[in-house]
Structures are given as C-alpha cells and as structure tokens.
C-alpha cells in the first residue's frame, strides 16, 4: 500500500459504499493505515490526508468505496480512456457527449481501451440536472469543452479539417471565439455546481485568453462562493497562465512552438470543514 505522509492541508475525500459497509466500519479499516475523519457535509464521506493513494486498498478493491467522475464533453474520448486507466477500472466514469456521430465514436473508443467502468450519456451537459441522484456521488468532473483548437499544431489541423487557408481559420476563429468562451463559462459554473464535486479540471487546446483566463477570471467569484480555489496542477512546470488576474500562475499553458501543442488546464479544488478525527 502506497500511504503517503500529507505535505499539504487539503484532504482527499472517499465515499463509502453503505451497501457493502457501515460507516464507523470503514473508518476503523481506513484508520489503521491513515488518519480518517467523517466529512462535515455528506455522510457517507470520509475524509483522509492528502497524497494517500487508495488505489490498492482493500475497501477500493472491493467495493466498499468508490469514486465517480463526470467527463461533461467527452468525444472522441480520449481523455475518458485515461481516466479509466489512471481510475484502473475502479469507481465509474460518467462520460457526457451531445453530438450523435461523436458518441458513436466515443463508444468505440471506450470499448476499444477495454473500460468498463464508464457509463455514456448522449445529451446537453448545460441540461444535466446537478441535483439528479444518478449525479450524487460525482466528486470529480473533467471539463474539456469545445474550444476554438488554436493551440493544435497545423500538422494535426491539416489531418482534422478539409484544406482552408490559414486566414479563413483566422477569420473563423475570431468570430467563433466570443461564442465558444460564452459555452465554455456556462459550462464551467454548471460542472462547479455540482453538490459533492471537489475536484473540476477546465481545458482547452485553444491559445487564446478569451477561452482560458478569461473564462477562469469570470467564475473565480462564483467558485469561491462555493469553497472552490484554484490548485496548482504540475506545479513544476514552468510555463503558467497569461498575468491577468491574482491566481493565474495556478494555471498551466503549453506553448504550441515550444512544447508542440497549445495546450491549457485550470484545476478548482472545493475546500472543506473537518469533522471528528480518529486515530
Ligand atoms: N475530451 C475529449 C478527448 O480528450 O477526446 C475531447 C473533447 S472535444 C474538445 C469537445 C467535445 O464536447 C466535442 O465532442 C463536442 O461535441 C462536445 N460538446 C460540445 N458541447 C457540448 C455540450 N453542451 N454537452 C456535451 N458535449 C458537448
């Protein structure tokens, strides 16, 4: 088992399985290994330091508690194959895609990375109704919403699109951009209320900062009415976000010259009041 000592103050949350286990039990099992506390918020949940990994643990093995995560734009799915691996066929993915033809294609791609963990759902993300219980239980969401792909190198571009010149991907661009980061907000509050969501990763392979922290800028107070901060994801990587607001050196950017690919990802991380502890 892979326990780690906590090197920071924000917990990981585990949700536990009453069908397979009683709560006081599952602490009692968790605690031999970790210190475990009973979340403020939602019964079923147990909190426990941050850094543990539960992968291996016997209670994750068997059942006992699980983890569920919400892929909102999910097609062609390649983000939700590796959930699953990272998830290595524990807990469930719910992957959501609006468009027929891409959720033919998501299927085949789940099949193919031989998950079977992940549920798809055909349909509006900005429609799923949060409150739903078949969402109770989501605790990460993954937001890769459709972005304009500035940051896709013109290699792969002239592979995914028919041949236009690079002023029609321009001038389409420049129009498209106001109406993309439109979604990609209202996307973003929707994947940020969700009840019991702690974790919610925002994406793009746009290069532009109408897209990125713009987006990010205008939920911030929002988020932060929720518990929601932003965290840090790769801390070691240099190239942060564009300066525009207090914040923006948590998020990531990669450059499409330097690293390849545009690339960028906001991660909000939901802070919460501990309960009782015990050894
Ligand atoms: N995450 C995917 C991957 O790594 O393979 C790529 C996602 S792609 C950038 C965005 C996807 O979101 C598209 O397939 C698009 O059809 C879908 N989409 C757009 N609007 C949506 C909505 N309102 N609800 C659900 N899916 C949506």
Same mark, same amino acid.
């Given at each position: 088992?892979?326990?780690?000592?906590?090197?920071?103050?924000?917990?990981?949350?585990?949700?536990?399985?009453?069908?397979? @286990?009683?709560?006081?039990?599952?602490?009692?099992?968790?605690?031999?290994?970790?210190?475990? @506390?009973?979340?403020?918020?939602?019964?079923?949940?147990?909190?426990?330091?941050?850094?543990?990994?539960?992968?291996?643990?016997?209670?994750?093995?068997?059942?006992?508690?699980?983890?569920?995560?919400?892929? #909102?734009? #999910? #097609?062609?799915?390649?983000?939700?194959?590796?959930?699953?691996?990272?998830?290595?066929?524990?807990?469930?993915?719910?992957?959501?895609?609006?468009?027929?033809?891409?959720?033919?294609?998501?299927?085949?791609?789940?099949?193919?990375?031989?998950?079977?963990?992940?549920?798809?759902?055909?349909?509006?993300?900005?429609?799923?109704?949060?409150?739903?219980?078949?969402? *109770?239980?989501?605790?990460?969401?993954?937001?890769?919403?459709?972005? *304009?792909?500035?940051?896709? *190198?013109?290699?792969?571009?002239?592979?995914?699109?028919?041949?236009?010149?690079?002023?029609?991907?321009?001038?389409?661009? *420049?129009?498209?951009?106001?109406?993309?980061?439109?979604?990609?907000?209202?996307?973003?509050?929707?994947?940020?209320?969700?009840?019991?969501?702690?974790?919610?990763?925002?994406?793009?392979?746009?290069?532009?900062?109408?897209?990125?922290?713009?987006?990010?800028?205008?939920?911030? /107070?929002?988020?932060?009415?929720?518990?929601?901060?932003?965290?840090? /994801?790769?801390?070691?990587?240099?190239?942060?976000?564009?300066?525009?607001?207090?914040?923006?050196?948590?998020?990531?950017?990669?450059?499409?010259?330097?690293?390849?690919?545009?690339?960028?990802?906001?991660?909000?991380?939901?802070?919460?009041?501990?309960?009782?502890?015990?050894?």
């Amino acid at each position: 088992l892979k326990y780690q000592t906590p090197v920071s103050s924000k917990p990981r949350y585990v949700r536990v399985n009453t069908l397979k @286990m009683d709560i006081e039990s599952a602490m009692h099992e968790l605690g031999k290994a970790t210190t475990v @506390m009973k979340d403020d918020l939602v019964p079923d949940m147990l909190v426990v330091p941050t850094r543990t990994d539960l992968h291996d643990h016997p209670l994750v093995m068997n059942g006992s508690v699980f983890l569920q995560v919400l892929d #909102a734009c #999910a #097609a062609p799915g390649n983000k939700t194959a590796h959930l699953a691996a990272l998830m290595r066929g524990r807990g469930k993915i719910i992957a959501c895609e609006l468009n027929e033809e891409r959720v033919k294609v998501l299927g085949t791609s789940i099949t193919k990375s031989g998950a079977h963990n992940v549920d798809i759902i055909h349909g509006d993300f900005l429609n799923l109704d949060a409150k739903d219980p078949k969402f *109770s239980k989501v605790r990460a969401i993954l937001l890769d919403p459709s972005c *304009s792909g500035s940051g896709i *190198s013109a290699e792969r571009l002239d592979n995914l699109l028919p041949s236009y010149s690079q002023d029609d991907i321009d001038a389409a661009n *420049s129009q498209r951009v106001k109406k993309l980061a439109a979604f990609q907000r209202k996307a973003l509050v929707h994947a940020l209320s969700f009840p019991v969501v702690e974790r919610v990763v925002y994406s793009t392979c746009s290069i532009h900062q109408t897209e990125n922290e713009d987006v990010i800028k205008s939920v911030l /107070p929002f988020a932060a009415s929720l518990n929601f901060e932003l965290a840090t /994801p790769f801390p070691q990587w240099p190239h942060r976000g564009i300066p525009v607001f207090e914040g923006s050196e948590h998020l990531l950017r990669t450059d499409p010259t330097e690293d390849m690919e545009g690339f960028f990802i906001a991660l909000f991380v939901r802070k919460r009041v501990k309960k009782k502890i015990i050894r």
